[in-house]
């Protein structure tokens, strides 16, 4: 007869069944946790920069950027056709004015001013010869006019002898009304001479005007090319460095054509261009912060272009003091333009981050040093500040480097 089993037993038999499923499961738990843990990615404390969240003043700013140049810089170019026969400088010499660069063949275009030469003296010979027709036709007019006129008086003197005969019944009413006839035709001749010698002296005069601003004209290009050819060993116009040189000798050189810039290093500004969006807010006079590297520059705009570029506006910024050690032509430089003022808004520090107002994923850091991913709206900025429109709240620690590379993660945990 079999022996009943109590309860107790059962239930330990049962558990030290379990027990294997139980530690099983824990294990799977475990590698599951870990292995989430493992693929959840990470940054590196060292490569990434937090900000906290607060709230105060903003001063709002257009963001543009632009590079160094030298405050007063002249282009040369080349006066006529020509080849470069000479470069008398090298690149980043520095020269003084008058110093010459280079040289051109100008052997064709001393040709060209012997002809014009030869032109011009037959430009002045052509209004001496129309001068002195002029005075020949005036004056044989004069003559005609003064033959007529002394016909008219003769006419009218025998007018006068003719009505005194008929009066005195000697005469005939016929001899008289040819008289007077005769006398009045004269007169219209003599009238018509002159209405054709002021005429005639009218168009003189305007023939030899334009003859004489023409020889001005061809005086002045004469006056070019004489300064064109003195300036055959083209001179330096002002001193400074040697930026830019032609030196392929022999090879042809067009009219118009860049063939040196003098820079003075000495001084600069900033050359730069901001958003076709934003260029309502830019103003000439508007104060600037610039910033190159390390340098901060205070400067306020000097200019602005009238033309859109590619969806940028230029524009020209004069610094406060243009004569800072460090700057270098062609330096990359960031450009802060102020254009008004807001108190009291939500703010956060600026970052590489930002791009421009407008709606971002950012990384915000939790107590448990884990970034959790959340939109953010941004607005007006300045190089010190962000305005937040949304998203975040003061005291939030935010991510403001750029995060670019982790834009597909939702989460990540900081890693030392």
């Known amino acids: 007869m079999d022996k009943q089993i109590d309860k107790a037993t059962i239930r330990r038999r049962q558990l030290r069944a379990a027990v294997p499923w139980i530690i099983g499961t824990a294990v799977v738990l475990t590698a599951i946790i870990w292995l989430l843990l493992a693929l959840e990615k990470s940054v590196k404390e060292r490569d990434i920069r937090i900000g906290t969240v607060d709230r105060g003043a903003i001063e709002t700013t257009v963001n543009a950027s632009g590079r160094v140049v030298p405050a007063y810089e002249e282009i040369i170019t080349s006066p006529v056709e020509s080849r470069l026969i000479q470069s008398f400088v090298r690149l980043g010499d520095s020269v003084s004015a008058g110093t010459p660069l280079l040289e051109l063949d100008l052997e ?163 050359e730069g261009e901001v958003p076709e969006g934003n260029s309502e807010r830019v103003k000439p006079g508007a104060t600037v912060i610039v910033r190159v590297g390390k340098l901060e520059l205070q400067g306020m705009v000097e200019s602005i272009t009238p033309q859109s570029n590619a969806g940028s506006v230029g524009l020209r910024v004069s610094l406060d003091n243009p004569r800072v050690k460090g700057l270098r032509s062609g330096l990359r430089a960031d450009i802060f333009i102020s254009y008004g003022y807001k108190d009291d808004v939500v703010r956060l520090s600026q970052g590489s981050f930002f791009k421009g107002p407008g709606d971002y994923q950012m990384f915000v850091l939790d107590a448990d040093d884990h970034l959790t991913r959340r939109t953010v709206k941004l607005g007006d900025s300045n190089r010190r500040y962000v305005e937040v429109l949304s998203g975040l709240e003061p005291g939030d620690r935010v991510v403001v480097s750029d995060m670019e590379n982790y834009r597909n993660s939702k989460n990540l945990k900081i890693s030392k």
Do not use: C, W
Request: net charge neutral; glycine share 4%.
């Open 108 to 270: 064709t275009a001393n040709t060209n001013f012997e002809k014009m030469l030869d032109t011009y003296e037959v430009m002045r010979r052509e209004l001496l010869q129309l001068q002195l027709n002029n005075k020949t036709a005036l004056s044989e007019l004069d003559m005609q006019i003064k033959v007529k006129g002394m016909q008219v008086n003769s006419l009218e003197v025998e007018v006068q002898n003719e009505r005194h005969l008929d009066s005195l019944g000697s005469g005939t009413g016929e001899r008289v009304r040819q008289a007077e006839t005769a006398l009045a035709t004269a007169r219209l001749e003599l009238q018509q001479l002159r209405h054709r010698h002021d005429n005639e002296r009218l168009r003189a005069n305007a023939a030899e005007e334009v003859q004489r601003l023409q020889l001005s004209s061809y005086e002045k290009d004469l006056a070019i090319t004489r300064k064109t050819l003195a300036r055959g060993r083209i001179p330096a116009p002002h001193s400074g460095s040697v930026t830019f040189i032609l030196t392929d000798i022999g090879s042809k050189v067009s009219p118009g054509q860049k063939v040196a810039v003098v820079s003075d290093l000495s001084a600069f500004t900033i």
